[in-house]
């Protein structure tokens, strides 16, 4: 009877590898269909707010891969909003994938832009960063928001040490920030920074309203200005330090950073859907991660941090993502605080 046993464990171990290879056959045939659709799509269309310069390395490999361009246009979350809405409204759909921090793409997702579709490349990562309805990629990359400041007109020990010192008399109309009234990213950081402030939280973006020398579009334009030496302080994007390593640019180590979880979805009516499939598990990979940390990125894999000073040390809180009617609230509460300045 031991003999018989030791067969029949043989020959269920002999089953399971044999419909193993047989999935991974199947898995291999649709991969390869799915690439041949691609092609003959010819291109992909992306629409998205990664830097032009993170964005075209990854357009080099899929493109030196599929042998197929990769046509994408860049802007800040609320343009990117704004247009893919507007296109998918008209039903004059231009794009196949967007890429854009979580909140809009929420909202995006509820006005019925994307498709399901879930890559192989979402097996790597946590059950919990997924979208229950598999419409929306997990959370793949993180942008981290921060205070910025130029090091020729700021010394370090002269530099704010945490957000509170922001409201010091000697920053008056000193700091250049994106417009909560036309930033969406903006407008959330702002709500967010009640679970970092707790009690002071009101009085803080009240009295923040009142430093601020300027209001630009984005995050890239307050860094710039600040590059410029314009204002000697900002509140943009911790990442722009590395990709503007060699300007006059530093960030304070303030505890915790909040930052933005970026995630990616596939339209309803892509023109190019095969191809935008191809370029989701690409953007998505952990050989994609690699390329976002390159690139000065914070990617979601654990381990894989970008050449950011002191990256590896950062406490990161990821922003918690406003519902729609949350977000006309706050816009309403905190909007009228901040003024358009020149």
């Known amino acids: 009877m031991k003999g ?3 067969i029949a464990v043989v020959s269920a171990a002999i089953a399971f590898a044999i419909g193993g290879i047989r999935q991974f056959s199947v898995a291999q045939e649709g991969r390869a269909k799915l690439v041949d659709l691609a092609r003959r799509e010819g291109k992909v269309v992306a629409y998205g707010t990664i830097t032009l310069d993170a964005f075209r390395v990854i357009q080099r490999i899929f493109e030196s891969r599929y042998g197929m361009p990769v046509e994408y246009w860049r802007a800040a979350a609320t343009q990117v909003y704004d247009r893919v809405l507007a296109e998918h409204r008209a039903g004059r759909v231009m794009f196949d994938v967007v890429t854009a921090n979580r909140g809009p793409m929420l909202l995006l997702k509820a006005q019925g832009v994307f498709q399901p579709y879930v890559s192989p490349s979402y097996e790597d990562y946590p059950v919990t960063s997924k979208d229950r309805e598999g419409i929306l990629s997990p959370a793949y990359r993180m942008t981290v928001v921060g205070i910025l400041y ?4 700021v010394s370090p020990s002269e530099a704010p040490r945490t957000l509170l010192d922001l409201v010091d008399r000697r920053w008056r109309r000193q700091i250049v920030m994106p417009d909560p009234n036309l930033h969406t990213t903006t407008l959330t950081w702002l709500v967010n920074l009640k679970r970092v402030l707790g009690g002071q939280w ?3 973006v009240e009295g923040l309203a009142t430093q601020v020398g300027a209001l630009v579009e984005s995050f890239l334009p307050a860094a710039e200005r600040v590059i410029r030496g314009e204002f000697p302080i900002g509140i943009s ?3 722009y330090t590395y990709l503007f390593r060699e ?4 960030y304070v180590r303030t505890g915790p950073l909040l930052a933005d979880a970026h995630v990616i979805g596939l339209a309803k009516h892509a023109p190019h859907p095969a191809a935008g499939k191809l370029l989701v598990d690409l953007m998505t990979s952990r050989a994609a991660a690699h390329v976002w940390a390159q690139s000065g990125e914070f990617p979601m894999f654990p381990g ?4 950011v000073k002191d990256a590896d040390k950062l406490k990161i809180l990821l922003m918690e993502d406003l519902s729609e009617r949350a977000f ?3 816009k309403r509460e905190l909007g009228q605080l901040f003024v358009v300045r020149q």
């Open 328 to 330: 006309i609230e706050a």
């Open 150 to 153: 130029n090091t020729r007109l």
């Open 202 to 204: 009101r009085g803080y």
């Open 304 to 307: 894989i941090y970008p050449p």
């Open 237 to 239: 994007y911790v990442h």
């Open 247 to 250: 300007a006059p640019l530093e």
């Open 4 to 6: 018989w046993k030791g």
